[in-house]
T-cell receptor
């Protein structure tokens, strides 16, 4: 079956531009997570959705970051007025059960480069 | 909240050697989950194993084995007879409390030379 997909795979933005990153989770998966992975580091949590409800956004680094999952499936991570420090790989993961204790399946990531 | 330490930044071995990747976790919760993921050069994180805190039984899957020891808060991963295809970055993660949001370690880069 299809895994988690993300688009675009690569995005180059000029500083100050807005970007939108898309995640298509595995069909039927209740939970969806966004992570940010800097070069040479592990994934760092950004936000968590249970169906369409955003239950935890404690990892979002600033109010320039916004995520939504309006129908409980596809999710979009939006970054406004991008800065160079936003350059990273953004990973999306989904899991069948509720919360992060269930196995998460990751997408290939979107590599964002801010010039 | 929890913390995960992977003290080994990089390990280099020759094919067919056995190698152990260390993972030490910290949490105040009695219920928690531990994970290992593999990130090959292609970049996609691949799930390897999930354990809960009540199951200390060690597990073997082919050339892979995991040693979970609550007494030392460790969840180490051993690859037996390593192969070049095992070259990747391996991440350990722990999830506890509230929504069990996982915390990942910094990863161990394993390089297997032919």
């Amino acid at each position: 079956g299809a895994g988690v997909s993300q688009s675009p795979r690569y995005k180059v933005a000029k500083r100050g531009q807005d970007v939108a990153l898309r995640c298509d989770p595995i069909s039927g998966h209740v939970s969806l997570f966004w992570y940010q992975q800097a070069l040479g580091q592990g994934p760092e949590f950004l936000t968590y959705f249970q169906n369409e409800a955003q239950l935890d956004k404690s990892g979002l680094p600033s109010d320039r970051f916004f995520a939504e999952r309006p129908e409980g499936s596809v999710s979009t991570l939006k970054i406004q007025r991008t800065q160079q420090e936003d350059s990273a790989v953004y990973l999306c993961a989904s899991s069948l059960g509720v919360g992060g204790g269930d196995t998460q399946y990751f997408g290939p990531g979107t590599r964002l480069t801010v010039l | 909240a929890q913390k995960v330490t992977q003290a080994q930044t990089e390990i280099s071995v020759v094919e067919k050697e056995d190698v152990t990747l260390d993972c030490v976790y910290e949490t105040r919760d009695t219920t928690y989950y531990l994970f290992w993921y593999k990130q090959p050069p292609s970049g996609e994180l691949v799930f390897l194993i999930r354990r809960n805190s009540f199951d200390e039984q060690n597990e073997i899957s082919g050339r892979y084995s995991w040693n979970f020891q609550k007494s030392t808060s460790s969840f180490n991963f051993t690859i037996t007879a390593s192969q070049v295809v095992d070259s990747a970055v391996y991440f350990c993660a722990a999830a506890s409390g509230g929504s069990y949001i996982p915390t990942f370690g910094r990863g161990t880069s394993l390089i297997v030379h032919p």
